[in-house]
């Protein structure tokens, strides 16, 4: 999808810093997807309206967030009926949710793009079909085989844990 850049940038910081720039939160990404030690959760809404969180290992490839499920997972199920999620992700000096929609990535050329990166962070994943198999997965992942999900966000909201600090909220379009 290639990197994008903010078309409005809002500086929510009450005590007079300045606004982060984008390019902090997106080095910081880069940086911390897909470490396993990098601490993510996906926010999903179950179909009945009440909200669903689920820790995920998330990897940032080409300006976007890529994550698996099992497709029995309730995030997995959630994102079916309804593809908007939240994205939480405590990163080196910054903490960052993001906000858009999440769906399941099939083809081979993305699923193989996405294996790679997964296997130089640490994940063995290989491509089975359409989706990936690997001989471990998180504790609570299921069995394989495990379903591919791209999330592009539109709106980023920030606060620096470190100087300079901060807080910051962006939109993106497309």
């Not at 399941?104 to 993305?110: G, I, L, Q």
Request: one cysteine or more; aromatic letters at 10%.
């Amino acid at each position: 999808m290639g990197e994008r850049e903010a078309v409005e940038v809002t500086n929510l910081d009450r005590y007079g810093s300045a606004a982060l720039p984008w390019s902090r939160a997106r080095d910081a990404l880069v940086a911390g997807l897909p470490k396993m030690t990098t601490t993510t959760f996906l926010g999903t809404v179950r179909p009945d309206g009440r909200p669903h969180a689920a820790g995920i290992g998330a990897l940032w490839l080409d300006g976007d967030v890529y994550f698996t499920s099992s497709p029995a997972a309730r995030k997995a199920r959630n994102l079916a009926a309804n593809p908007a999620c939240t994205l939480s992700v405590k990163l080196a000096g910054i903490d960052l949710v993001v906000e858009g929609e999440a769906v399941r990535v099939t083809d081979a050329a993305t699923l193989e793009a996405v294996a790679a990166a997964y296997r130089d962070g640490g994940w063995p994943a290989e491509v089975d079909g359409d989706a990936f198999t690997a001989p471990f997965s998180a504790p609570s992942a299921g069995p394989p085989p495990w379903q591919l999900y791209r999330f592009r966000f539109d709106t980023a909201f920030a606060v620096a844990t470190a100087e300079p600090h901060g807080a910051t909220r962006w939109r993106f379009e497309g």
